[in-house]
């Protein structure tokens, strides 16, 4: 089984580009690929929408993800609105008290998909997810818009990272089989193992942030999806890069 995952779309409808950069040819560009590979499914793990959550851009991004053919899921981020994303994409049975998360069965794998638009869990989620975990009883693999581990990206740990980050660690600990947990948010490609988690950060659609720097700094305006297959026991990742679109700096 086949999943591809993007994330951090930033599709901004009235700009021409937001910080010099073609977010709409960047999708464009990204939905090319990902027909291109062939998937089993696609999942899109947050921020959608450039500042905050709008209807017109869910629309335009459902209408592009329809056309593609492929079966896919989409999650919040930050800069979403669980309850307009689940509206516009005919999600509104899933949603528990405004939050956006649920479980699925691909192929014959059950994942979880979490909602970390508040950047961070109600409680009510938070049993459920403690819940989907002890009936699973096995291996599993996890997508979330926040990294539930500080990942030596000195700027987003310390200004942007998941507020309840201990409490989510504290269930995964819990669970005694390892927890693969995709994510997106921090714009970097990073694979942080802690305990029984194993965390891997998938690049942005928008541009990617510099690893070192305190402050914010864009590292490099390339773009990328993330391949995930998954066959038996054996579950292999790797992320693939496409060149960014930039017209206002150039």
Same mark, same amino acid.
């Given at each position: ?8 779309? &930033?599709?901004e409808?009235?700009? %021409?580009?937001? /910080?010099?950069?073609?977010?709409? =040819?960047?999708?464009?560009?990204? +939905?090319h *690929? ?39 899921d989409?999650?919040?981020g930050?800069?979403?609105?669980s ?9 509104? &049975?899933?949603?528990?008290?405004? %939050?956006?998360? /649920?479980?699925?069965?691909?192929? =014959?794998?059950?994942?979880?998909? +979490?909602? *970390? ?10 049993k ?47 669970h ?35 690893h ?16 995930i ?22």
């Open positions: 089984m086949k999943i591809i995952q993007i994330t951090d779309l &930033h599709i409808l009235k700009e %021409e580009a937001p /910080f010099g950069i073609d977010v709409i =040819k960047n999708f464009q560009d990204i +939905l *690929t990902v027909q291109e590979l062939k998937p089993d499914h696609l999942v899109v793990s947050g921020d959608l929408c450039y500042r905050e959550g709008e209807e017109a851009i869910y629309r335009w991004c459902k209408k592009h993800l329809d056309q593609c053919g492929i079966p896919y989409v999650i919040a930050n800069h979403d609105d309850t307009l994303m689940a509206k516009t994409f005919a999600l509104e &049975h899933l949603l528990n008290d405004g %939050e956006l998360y /649920f479980t699925k069965k691909i192929g =014959k794998y059950p994942i979880i998909f +979490l909602d *970390t638009a508040l950047r961070q869990h109600s409680d009510n989620q938070l459920w997810l403690r819940r989907q975990l002890h009936q699973a009883n096995q291996e599993v693999v996890i997508f979330m818009h926040h990294p539930p581990i500080h990942s030596s990206v000195p700027f987003m740990d310390n200004n942007h990272a998941l507020k309840d980050m201990d409490a989510v660690q504290a269930i995964f600990f819990e005694p089989h390892p927890v693969n947990v995709f994510c997106g948010h921090y714009h970097v490609e990073k694979t942080v193992r802690l305990r029984n988690i194993m965390l891997q950060i998938t690049p942005s659609c928008f541009f990617q942030i510099d070192y720097e305190e402050n914010f700094k864009v590292d490099h305006h390339r773009i990328a999806l993330r391949e297959i998954i066959e038996q026991q054996q579950l292999l990742s790797r992320v693939h890069y496409l060149p960014g679109n930039t017209p206002g700096l150039e």
